[in-house]
């Protein structure tokens, strides 16, 4: 009876450790987004005749992404005056309350989560995007996603290229639509984010 119940108690233990190890390997990898290798990016209509292109120069945000389970998620934080057509007077202008609004709402945020995995990378973005005070759905399609080794910081270094299209008269951004502007935009969020460091991990886990 002892011999049976020592066999039970290593069995029950067996399992526990391997429940344990199996939850470890589950674990979601964490990566920082990399502010000097991402620039959010826009396309807008003017007067219908051309597009506009302009990016964001300042961001910052993580993704955590598990390949075995399929899942992860994104979040990006723009600073909105950072706004760059590449042309001075139209940043300007484009910081005013009419548009971004930049003094008012310094931060915009897209966060979504990663969703359709296939071979381990994900290929969509389930999310929303907050904007001038207003958050709604947006989901971005992921033309390219890629892991490799990096070179330098010998972590993991994680790039994707994501777009989609929102109307910007949903949030509050309505100039020019009285003279037929087109109210579609298209978002593409260039990112690269480099795999967390251990001692950052523990950081972050500790209460």
């Known amino acids: 009876m ?22 470890a390997v589950a674990k ?31 961001s910052q945000g993580e993704i955590s992404l598990d390949r075995s389970a399929g899942t992860g998620t994104v979040e990006v934080t723009i600073d909105t005056a950072s706004v760059d057509y590449g042309l001075d007077v139209m940043n300007d202008k484009a910081r005013e309350a009419d548009l971004l609004d930049a003094g008012k709402y310094p931060k ?23 904007l001038r005070g207003v958050t709604r759905p947006l989901d971005l399609t992921i033309d390219r996603f890629k892991c490799i080794p990096h070179p330098l ?4 270094l994680c790039g994707a290229d994501a777009l989609g299209t929102f109307r910007r008269d949903e949030f509050g951004i309505d100039a020019g639509k009285d003279y037929g502007f087109d109210m579609n ?13 251990q001692g950052q991990a523990g950081k972050a886990q500790a209460p």
């Open 2 to 23: 002892t011999s049976k119940r020592s066999a039970s108690v290593r069995i029950a233990v067996a399992t526990a450790l391997l429940a344990i190890a199996a939850t």
């Open 108 to 130: 915009a945020v897209y966060k979504g989560r990663l969703a359709d995995f296939r071979d381990g990378a994900p290929t969509r973005v389930k999310g929303e995007l907050t």
């Open 28 to 58: 979601p990898v964490r990566y920082e987004i990399d502010p000097n290798h991402t620039f959010p990016s826009f396309e807008a209509d003017h007067m219908g005749v051309s597009v506009w292109r302009g990016k964001f120069n300042a």
């Open 153 to 156: 910081h010998k972590r993991e």
């Open 185 to 197: 935009v298209t978002l593409r969020i260039q990112v690269e984010a480099v795999q967390e460091a």
